[in-house]
């Protein structure tokens, strides 16, 4: 009998027809500072050679899991992911954006110390024409930076940028949410 532990964070990357994006995107999670990770790369049905890229990287990290499927749309491929997650958090990265190397390893461990269901970090934006870093506003006061935000409390949160990806979510909170 083999036991798995399990990892701490499964880090979902749903994928469709993002070659030109996706190994920049990859090498931005398989070098994460936190190593104690489970990559889900959902391949909804591309035709392009997005399927190869990431087995090429399957071939060469033991910590990515590849879902091939036909195309069904962004919300099935995420639910197929969810469901295939072990890990305690679970994380996403879009195909074509890529995160700072100490990216999970920060939103864990508050977390881990805070006892927490989501953990939102802020993000960058960079444009087509432009080789500038446009960093988004934010909704809320300095003073609630890295503190526990009740929501019935504090409803600035509701009016900060949607952006499912730039957090991390306990895995038994989706579940049963």
Partial sequence: MVITKQPLISILVP???????????????????????EIICINDGSTDSTLDIIKSYAKSD???????????????SMNRGLDAATGKYI?????????????FQELTDIAEKHNVDVVKSNFYRFTKDSEEINILPE?????????????????????TQPSIWSAIYKREFLNNN
């Fill in 139 to 159: 909704h809320l006061s300095l003073n609630d930076l890295n503190k526990k935000i009740i929501p019935r409390k504090n409803t600035g949160i509701f009016f």
């Fill in 62 to 76: 033991k910590r990515i899991v590849i879902i091939d499927k036909q195309n069904e749309g962004y919300g099935k």
């Fill in 15 to 37: 994928c469709y027809n993002v070659e030109k994006y996706l190994e920049q995107c990859l090498d931005s999670i398989v070098n994460q500072t936190l190593k104690d990770i």
């Fill in 91 to 103: 994380g996403i990265v879009e195909s074509d954006d890529w995160v700072d190397s100490n990216m």
